[in-house]
Nanobody, 114 residues
Framework: QVRLVESGGGMVQAGGSLRLSCATSGKIRSFPAMGWYRQAPGQEREFVAGIASGQTRYADSVNGRFTIAENNARTTVYLQMNNLKSHDTAVYYC?????????WGQGTQVTVSS
């Protein structure tokens, strides 16, 4: 069984920074693609950033402010979030993709106060 363990969420003032981490554990630990989604109250889950084979992709709303990275073993993915805005407030979910199957983390709350 695969588990994704997220950390690094919290509360920060607008303009501040946070760094999220997501580590894999279990039988399969290395994934070809990993990334982050988020879900704000009353809204659908939306893509934030992804990384696969060293290539990164970002949602337009975070491009230039957020940076995704992974360790060499592809067992941990990070999301550096700078210049946070109130609309970044959401639960952030890590995902790991193997083929067509996604594994999800439990989510970590990020709250940005204005």
């Amino acid at each position: 069984q695969v588990r994704l363990v997220e950390s690094g969420g919290g509360m920060v003032q607008a303009g501040g920074s946070l760094r999220l981490s997501c580590a894999t554990s279990g039988k399969i630990r290395s994934f070809p693609a990993m990334g982050w989604y988020r879900q704000a109250p009353g809204q659908e889950r939306e893509f934030v950033a992804g990384i696969a084979s060293g290539q990164t992709r970002y949602a337009d709303s975070v491009n230039g402010r957020f940076t995704i990275a992974e360790n060499n073993a592809r067992t941990t993915v990070y999301l550096q979030m700078n210049n946070l805005k109130s609309h970044d407030t959401a639960v952030y979910y890590c995902f790991a993709r193997m083929g067509s199957e996604n594994t999800w983390g439990q989510g970590t709350q990020v709250t940005v106060s204005s």
